[in-house]
T-cell receptor, first 115, second 114 residues
């Protein structure tokens, strides 16, 4: 089945540094990928939609300069959290669409802790 | 616009009892509906999905859901709960395109009592 590999699974960084999270589609091409943020005991909030070869579309309230998304190929999308602060600590999950009637597949998530 | 409402943030049932997790949706286009399960510190695993066709959908681990357009519902059921079913469950809705956003409900935490 279609698999999305997300790395790293956990990362701890110092406040003010940047962190990159990768999301790879392993056995299919993903024209569109989605990035979500999940706070403890809450639902997934869509941050942005990433389209291969074009700029990402950000949801209202998401700072595009802080959360940089790059989708340079059909199998890789990256999310970079720039100048991280403790309030950016969260669980980040990527997803890829599987085409008509295919649904979506999700990465295993990245637990980011900013200290 | 699309939205999902999950009734009950926490549901607790006894092992062997019926599991019923409620989901109502709102969609301006024919919806694609999903149920996902999430275990702690993990991503989401698809339980089942409805796109078109048969309104009763069977998924993994003995779960099933019925799409009822008249009630705008997509409730998840399992006849007999198992301890391993304890997790967070999310109902979600999307449009028919792979580029459509998928919108999640607030989630329901399912606990299983021995």
């Amino acid at each position: 089945g279609a698999v999305v590999s997300q790395h790293p699974s956990r990362v701890i960084c110092k406040s003010g540094t940047s962190v990159k999270i990768e999301c790879r589609s392993l056995d299919f091409q993903a024209t569109t990928m989605f990035w979500y943020r999940q706070f403890p005991k809450q639902s997934l909030m869509l941050m942005a939609t990433s389209n291969e070869g074009s700029k990402a579309t950000y949801e209202q309230g998401v700072e595009k300069d802080k959360f940089l998304i790059n989708h340079a190929s059909l199998t890789l999308s990256t999310l970079t959290v720039t100048s991280a602060h403790p309030e950016d600590s969260s669980f980040y999950i990527c997803s890829a669409g599987l085409g008509m009637a295919g649904g979506y597949t999700f990465g295993s998530g990245t637990r980011l802790t900013v200290v | 616009a699309q939205s999902v409402t999950q009734l009950g943030s926490h549901v607790s049932v006894s092992e062997g009892a019926l599991v019923l997790l409620r989901c109502n949706y709102s969609s301006s286009v024919p919806p694609y509906l999903f149920w996902y399960v999430q275990y702690p510190n993990q991503g989401l695993q698809l339980l089942l999905k409805y796109t078109t066709g048969a309104t009763l959908v069977k998924g993994i681990n003995g779960f099933e859901a019925e799409f009822k357009k008249s009630e705008t519902s997509f409730h998840l059921t399992k006849p007999s709960a198992h301890m391993s079913d304890a997790a967070e469950y999310f109902c979600a809705v999307s449009g028919p395109s792979s580029a459509s956003k998928i919108i999640f409900g607030s989630g329901t935490r399912l606990s299983i009592r021995p």
